[in-house]
C-alpha cells in the first residue's frame, strides 16, 4: 500500500511519524523484511559532511552613499566574484588569500559569516556618472546583509573515487596527501548515508527537494554539475539561506599544497513511499563499489588499480595487489551520522517537512571531457637528440660539446646508452673555478627525467618546480632517448 | 644532552624508529656514513622511510624488525643519535572537524578513531614523524 507526501506530512503534524537513519533502515529490512519496512517507517534520513569544492554564496551589500559599483573586491582578503549589479558579489570556496594560499580561503569566510565574526570588505570601482566612489574599506557582518544565500554548483556526489600514489614523490592533491609507493589511500563519502545512495533513481530527489544544508534548511535546485547518474556519480546543485545555517556544518578546509574548500553538511530525507524505496534505502556499504586510482599519474583518465566497496573503506585497510594500504575519509563520518540524526530529530519534532518535487532530474546523462581545439603535445613530439658524453671522459670534451652544439645541458651515459647522470655548462664553470678535473666531481647522478609519452606541460611543470630547465628523455630501461630544454620551448 | 632509549616497558608493536642526528655532532657526509656503518656492522636489514633534514639535523625514520628494536637503539644512541619515541604533535579539538585525512598518514595508528568516531591521539603511541601535520586540511594538528 503505498504512502503520499501529504499522509507523511500529517504524521509529521500529529507527531507520529517514524523516522529512522539509512543506518538504521539497514537492520529494519534485514530483521523485518522490505514490506513490513514500507508500511512502519515514513522517512529516511541521509547525511554527508566532505570537502565540496563546487560552492560558494551569494552576498548583497546594499549599497554605500555615495554608492559604489564594485569591479573588484575582497572578503577578509579572498578575491570575490563580481560580475552582476553594483553590491553583489558571489564568494567561492576555493579561492585562497593571496599572501598564504593554503591558510584561509573562500570557504573560511563562508565559516566566519556563519559564525557572525566581523568581515572585511574592500572593493575597488572605475567609477560612472551613477556610481561615483572608488574606494571602499569596511567591515561588516552576516546581519548587516540583505541577502547571504549559499549556492552550491555541486554538492553530496553519490560516491567518489580512493585515492593512492604508486610514484616516488608525496603528491598534494584535492584528495589530501598522498604518500608515496601506495603508502596510504584517501576516499570521500559517507556510503551507506550518502543522500544518493539511498535513491539511485531518483524517485523523491528533484528540483524543490526541501533538505539539510549546513545546519539549516535548503533546497535542491537541480541537477549538478557533472552529474553523471548512469555511473553512479551524479550531484546536485543545493541553494539554501546563510543566515540560519551553523558553523559547525560549514567549515572551511585548506589542503596544502592544493587550495582551499569547504567541508559541506548535506542531509537529504526520503520519503518510503513504496517497498522500492523501503528495500533502496536499506543500502549498505558493502554493496556500494569504488575505483582506486592512482592519482601519480596526472591524466585525465587516471589509471584504475582495483575495485572497492565502502565496507572496504570504513575498514581502514584495503589490499591493493597483495599490499597492505591504510585509508582515510576526508569526509567526517562522525558528522554524516550527526546530521541524518538531527534530521531525524526536525522531522520528529515536527519542525521540518517532506515535499515532492516540481521535475524530476535526469537519471540517464553522462559527463563529458573538456573540448579542446589545440592538439595535445607529447614529449616525444617535441624531443631533441641530447648531446652526450661517456662517464669517463674529460671535463676538457664536455666543455668541448658544449661549445660545439651550442648547449647547456651535457647527458653522461654508459656504452650501453643508460642514464649516468648530467652535466651542464654551469657545472663545467664550476669545476674550472675549483680546480676539478674529472667528471665524477660535478656530475649530477639525481636526474629528474620524462618519458615519450608524458604531455609536454606535465614536463614543463616537472622543470618549473625543480628550477630547471632541461629533462633527458629516459625509456623504460632507463636508456637515454632524447632530451627536452626549456630553451626549445619557449 | 639527553639520550632516551625507546619502548621500555611500552606494550605497543611498533617496528618503526625516529632519530635525529644533530647537527651539531654531525659536519660532513662522512659522518652520517660512518653512523650508518655502525648499524650495519649488525648485519641488520632495515628501510629508511624518511630522511628529513630539519634545523636541528637530519631526521629518519627507519623501519626496524620487532626483535632488533633495542639493538638497532643501542648501536643508534651509541653513536650520538637520539632515538625518540616521544609524541610530538598536539590536536586541537576546536578545530578537527573529525574528517580522518591524518589517520592513513600515521605509521602507528597515534592518531584514530573512538567508538564515535571521533579523532583521538595516544602521545605514547606518536613517535614524532610528523608526517600527518600538513595533511590536516583544519590545520588542527600543530608540532609541540
Known amino acids: 500500500m503505498p504512502k503520499t507526501y501529504d499522509e507523511i506530512n500529517q504524521k509529521i503534524r500529529n507527531g507520529d511519524v517514524v523516522v529512522v537513519t539509512a543506518e538504521e533502515m539497514i537492520k529494519i529490512v534485514e530483521d523485518s523484511g522490505v514490506q513490513v519496512a514500507a508500511k512502519e517507517i515514513d522517512v529516511v534520513t541521509t547525511g554527508t559532511f566532505g570537502p565540496m569544492c563546487s560552492s560558494g554564496a551569494f552576498l548583497n551589500f546594499g549599497h554605500s552613499d555615495p554608492p559604489i559599483k564594485l569591479e573588484h573586491l575582497w572578503l577578509n582578503e579572498v578575491h570575490a566574484y563580481h560580475g552582476n549589479a553594483a553590491v553583489d558579489c558571489y564568494i567561492g570556496v576555493t579561492r585562497s588569500v593571496d599572501i598564504k594560499p593554503y591558510d584561509y580561503g573562500g570557504g573560511n569566510v563562508i565559516e566566519d559569516l556563519v559564525s557572525r565574526k566581523s568581515i572585511r570588505l574592500r572593493g575597488t570601482s572605475y567609477t560612472t556618472d551613477c556610481y561615483p566612489l572608488e574606494e571602499i574599506d569596511t567591515y561588516f557582518t552576516i546581519d548587516d546583509l540583505n541577502q547571504a544565500i549559499l549556492c552550491n554548483p555541486r554538492n553530496a556526489y553519490q560516491k567518489y573515487v580512493c585515492a593512492v600514489n604508486t610514484t616516488d614523490k608525496t603528491l598534494y592533491t584535492y584528495m589530501g596527501k598522498l604518500l608515496p609507493n601506495l603508502g596510504n589511500a584517501h576516499y570521500a563519502g559517507a556510503g551507506c548515508l550518502n543522500p544518493l545512495c539511498n535513491d539511485p533513481d531518483y524517485e523523491t530527489i528533484g528540483i524543490g527537494t526541501r533538505i539539510f544544508l549546513g545546519g539549516g534548511i535548503g533546497y535542491v535546485m537541480g541537477e549538478g554539475t557533472q552529474h553523471d547518474p548512469k555511473n553512479g556519480f551524479g550531484t546536485l546543485f543545493l541553494k539554501g539561506d546563510l543566515k540560519q545555517m551553523k558553523p559547525e556544518y560549514l567549515r572551511g578546509v585548506n589542503f596544502e599544497k592544493y587550495g582551499s574548500s569547504m567541508s559541506v553538511g548535506v542531509g537529504l530525507p526520503i520519503p518510503i513511499l513504496n517497498e522500492n524505496l523501503a528495500r533502496k534505502t536499506a543500502v549498505k556499504d558493502e554493496n556500494i563499489e569504488t575505483d582506486v586510482v592512482d592519482y601519480g599519474v596526472p591524466r585525465r583518465n587516471r589509471p584504475v588499480l582495483i575495485k572497492v566497496n565502502y565496507k572496504e573503506l570504513k575498514s581502514g585497510k584495503i589490499d591493493i595487489n597483495g599490499k597492505e594500504v591504510k585509508v582515510s575519509s576526508l569526509s567526517s563520518l562522525f558528522y554524516a551520522k550527526k546530521i541524518a540524526k538531527e534530521l531525524k530529530t526536525w522531522i520528529e519534532d515536527g519542525l521540518f517537512f517532506l515535499n515532492p518535487p516540481a521535475e524530476n532530474l535526469p537519471t540517464n546523462t553522462t559527463y563529458n571531457p573538456m573540448k579542446q581545439v589545440s592538439e595535445l603535445k607529447f614529449v616525444k613530439d617535441l624531443k631533441k637528440p641530447a648531446i652526450t658524453c661517456f662517464d669517463d671522459c674529460d671535463i676538457k670534451v664536455v666543455a668541448e660539446k658544449i661549445i660545439e652544439e651550442n648547449t647547456n645541458h651535457i647527458v653522461i651515459i654508459d656504452k650501453e646508452n643508460h642514464l649516468i647522470g648530467i652535466v651542464t655548462s654551469f657545472d663545467v664553470t664550476k669545476a674550472i673555478a675549483r680546480d676539478k678535473t674529472h667528471i665524477r666531481d660535478i656530475i649530477t647522478k639525481k636526474v629528474i627525467t620524462a618519458s615519450d609519452n608524458e604531455p609536454i606541460e606535465v614536463a614543463v611543470r616537472r622543470m618549473k618546480m625543480n628550477n630547471i630547465s632541461a629533462l633527458p628523455i629516459i625509456s623504460d630501461e632507463k636508456k637515454c632517448t632524447g632530451i627536452i630544454s626549456s630553451e626549445e620551448l619557449m | ?144
Open chain 2, 1 to 144: 644532552m639527553h639520550w632516551d632509549h625507546i619502548f621500555g616497558g611500552v606494550d605497543v608493536k611498533i617496528t618503526i624508529i625516529n632519530c635525529m642526528l644533530p647537527f651539531g655532532i654531525i659536519r660532513d657526509i662522512d659522518d652520517y656514513s660512518k653512523i650508518i656503518n655502525e648499524i650495519l656492522k649488525y648485519d641488520i636489514t632495515f628501510n629508511i622511510l624518511k630522511f628529513a633534514t630539519g634545523t636541528n639535523g637530519v631526521n629518519l625514520l627507519l623501519d626496524v624488525p620487532e626483535d632488533k628494536i633495542k639493538m638497532i637503539t643501542d648501536a643508534l644512541t651509541q653513536n650520538s643519535v637520539v632515538v625518540n619515541k616521544k609524541g610530538r604533535v598536539i590536536v586541537d579539538d576546536d578545530k578537527c572537524i573529525d574528517c580522518g585525512a591524518c589517520l592513513s598518514l600515521c605509521p602507528t595508528d597515534a592518531l584514530y578513531f573512538d567508538e564515535s568516531l571521533r579523532l583521538n591521539f595516544s602521545y605514547e603511541k606518536c613517535i614524532g614523524c610528523l608526517l600527518c601535520l600538513d595533511s590536516c586540511p583544519r590545520r588542527a594538528i600543530e608540532e609541540m
